[in-house]
């Protein structure tokens, strides 16, 4: 099992920044990509972004410019998500992912999120 722990999810006015955390802890698996999602009610969970252990990225086109992924592996694996000119249309539950697993065995797991508010 791969264990999620998110902060930095809160109240921000349009046009403004938040920066998303999340430590990935494992007893036996190792950590490979890790990442975000997003779902605000009535529509589809959807990627926000992601980043391999390597450091190559990948973002939805909805988000690119505007936010960045980052990660640090040196201590624990932490994912950093920098969000930059914010909309209100960003408002959702955040979700951070890590591939976890063993040689030829990896899955997906989740946090429990972080709800991201954009609003005057």
């Known amino acids: 099992q791969v264990q999620l722990v998110e902060s930095g999810g809160g109240l921000v006015q349009p046009g403004g920044s938040l920066r998303l955390s999340c430590v990935a802890s494992?007893?036996?698996?190792?950590?490979?990509?890790m990442g975000w999602y997003r779902q605000d009610p009535g529509n589809q969970r959807e990627l926000v972004a992601t980043?391999?252990?390597?450091?190559?990225?990948?973002y939805a086109d909805f988000v690119k410019g505007r936010f960045t992924i980052s990660r640090d592996n040196a201590a624990e694996n932490t994912v950093y998500l920098q969000m930059n000119s914010l909309k209100p249309e960003d408002t959702a539950i955040y979700y951070c992912?890590?591939?976890?697993?063993?040689?030829?065995?990896?899955?997906?797991?989740w946090g429990q999120g972080t709800q991201v508010t954009v609003s005057s």
């Open positions: 494992s007893m036996m698996f190792s950590i490979y990509t």
């Open positions: 980043i391999t252990t390597g450091g190559d990225t990948n």
């Open positions: 992912i890590a591939d976890g697993g063993l040689s030829g065995s990896v899955s997906r797991f």
